[in-house]
């Protein structure tokens, strides 16, 4: 069975702090992507990223930064939370080109105070 | 700008009714349309539709795609209460997934 794994599912960060959303999946799938869901506005794309050390922008980067050292590891980082970052963030993985391919994780619920 | 719209954004109908639900979408590169449910958790894959006219159909769910007119509808016919969810549209442009707001449906007993 795929995985997509999100560490954190439940979150509660004070304003300021630096938050880290860490995403492993086990399919070796090139591509990962972060997207953050809000009532209403559907999934929004934050960034992805097509290998390792590589990143783009999504619709919605302001506020965000990424990692990924390894391929099968996304890493969101948040470096100063602030309280319209409140969201469900949903990582994703896929292969190359192959957008019917993407697998979700089960999605990571930040509260920021 | 590439686009993804749903309509509509919620619903509420009774257990045993059909419903239709819409999604246009203007995006370059198109290569396939996707239509998710989610309930409170990660989506889980419904349908993937790449050809014009070719009716997709799972159980009570059947969806299909108009290439030239940007569309395409998903279907659910007689409506139970494990049918309320989220329903997203999704379009692949190459690796990418790009969504729609999503329509909300309520089916009540």
């Known amino acids: 069975d795929v995985k997509v794994t999100q560490s954190s599912r439940y979150l509660v960060k004070r304003t300021g702090e630096k938050v880290f959303l860490e995403c492993v999946q086990d399919?070796?799938?090139?591509?990962m992507f972060w997207y953050r869901q809000d009532p209403g506005l559907g999934l929004r794309l934050i960034y992805f990223?097509?290998?390792?050390?590589?990143?783009e922008k999504g619709d919605i980067p302001e506020g965000y930064s990424v990692s990924r050292e390894k391929k099968e590891r996304f890493s969101l980082i948040l470096e100063s939370a602030s309280t319209n970052q409140t969201s469900m963030y949903l990582c994703?993985?896929?292969?190359?080109?192959?957008?019917?391919?993407?697998?979700f994780g089960e999605g990571s619920w930040l509260t920021v105070v | 700008e590439d686009k993804v719209v749903q309509s509509p954004l919620s619903l509420v109908v009774h257990e045993g009714d059909t419903v239709t639900l819409n999604c246009s979408y203007e995006?370059?590169?198109?290569?396939?349309l996707l239509w998710y449910k989610q309930e409170k958790k990660a989506p889980t894959f419904l349908f993937m539709l790449?050809?014009?006219?070719i009716e997709k159909k799972s159980g009570r769910l059947s969806s299909i795609l108009d290439k030239k007119e940007l569309f395409s509808i998903l279907n659910i016919t007689a409506t139970q209460t494990g049918d309320s969810a989220v329903y997203l549209c999704?379009?692949?442009?190459?690796?990418?997934?790009?969504f729609g707001q999503g329509t909300e449906l309520s089916v009540k007993p």
């Open positions: 994703a993985s896929s292969y190359f080109d192959r957008a019917n391919t993407i697998y």
């Open positions: 399919m070796d799938h090139e591509n």
């Open positions: 990223s097509y290998d390792v050390k590589m990143k």
């Open positions: 995006v370059t590169n198109f290569r396939s």
């Open positions: 790449t050809s014009s006219g």
């Open positions: 999704a379009v692949g442009q190459g690796g990418k997934l790009i």
